[in-house]
């Protein structure tokens, strides 16, 4: 099997004016030599300006969520065609954050994944278990139903990547143990390849939570970790490239 390039991202979620555009080109400065693609996530009306600021360097622009449709009337939504056209080449879809604040389901999730694919954007399709359900054991059934339900068979051959981010990880400062993480991305590959046969091999499974430079060494070796999906410490340029040069 061929290890996945990893993938670190940022998801700056509701946070970033066009002030933090020297952040990110601050990040872009300094991501030289990563052994990782490195991409921010800024929110939807960045996506432009960011994508020129950072022009011909090395940071990909992904998006945070996505209509299933490619327009019509959705007051206040943005189509994944929309990201692609800002400039965008990827999208962060399913994160517990929309699952519970906005209700969408694993069968929502799974058309965005199409709506993404169409637009030629490479979906970033989160999944995570609550700490209610890891107390009562069911991680792992919860993470790969998750799985299962979220990935439409379209992405067959098609560039995508998994984010498992557990819920009570999230902006807590908690992380699970490396053991713990390595059995829920050990789970999440044998499922993938139960779907998409070793086609699956290529797609990263990157790790969300309490990402930050202190603990990004020791995460990102784990076994079936294939890069991070960080939130709070990717809004800080320094902070953002300790964890890409953690790898
Ligand atoms: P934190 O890194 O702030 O815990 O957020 C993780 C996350 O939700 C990334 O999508």
Redesign the pocket.
């Known amino acids: 099997m061929t290890a996945p390039t990893p993938l670190i991202?940022?998801?700056w979620?509701m946070n970033g004016l066009t002030a933090s555009l020297a952040e990110a080109r601050a990040i872009s400065e300094g991501v030289s030599g990563a052994k990782a693609r490195v991409a921010i996530?800024p929110p939807a009306v960045l996506i432009h300006q960011m994508s020129q600021a950072l022009a011909g360097g090395p940071v990909l622009i992904g998006g945070q969520d996505a209509h299933t449709d490619e327009s019509g009337a959705f007051t206040g939504d943005v189509s994944a065609e929309m990201l692609a056209d800002a400039g965008a080449s990827m999208v962060?879809l399913g994160?517990?954050?929309r699952r519970d604040g906005y209700r969408e389901t694993d069968e929502l999730v799974a058309r965005k994944s199409l709506a993404a694919l169409r637009a030629g954007l490479e979906p970033i399709v989160?999944v995570g278990e609550t700490l209610e359900q890891r107390k009562a054991g069911q991680a792992l059934e919860v993470v790969t139903g998750q799985v299962r339900a979220s990935l439409p068979p379209e992405l067959l051959g098609k560039a995508f990547a998994i984010?498992y981010?557990p819920v009570w990880?999230?902006?807590?400062?908690l992380t699970p143990s490396i053991d713990e993480i390595e059995e829920v991305h050990l789970a999440i590959r044998a499922t993938l390849i139960e779907m998409f046969g070793d086609a699956a091999d290529k797609a990263p499974i990157l790790y969300?939570?309490?990402?930050?430079p202190a603990n990004a060494a020791e995460i990102l070796h784990a076994a079936e970790v294939g890069g991070?999906?960080?939130?709070?410490?990717?809004l800080k340029a320094a902070d953002f490239l300790g964890i890409v040069r953690a790898l």
């Not at 990880?169 to 400062?173: F, K």
């Open positions: 991202a940022g998801n979620k996530c962060i994160h517990s954050e989160c984010a981010e990880a999230i902006g807590t400062g969300g939570g309490s990402v930050k991070a999906l960080v939130g709070g410490a990717s």
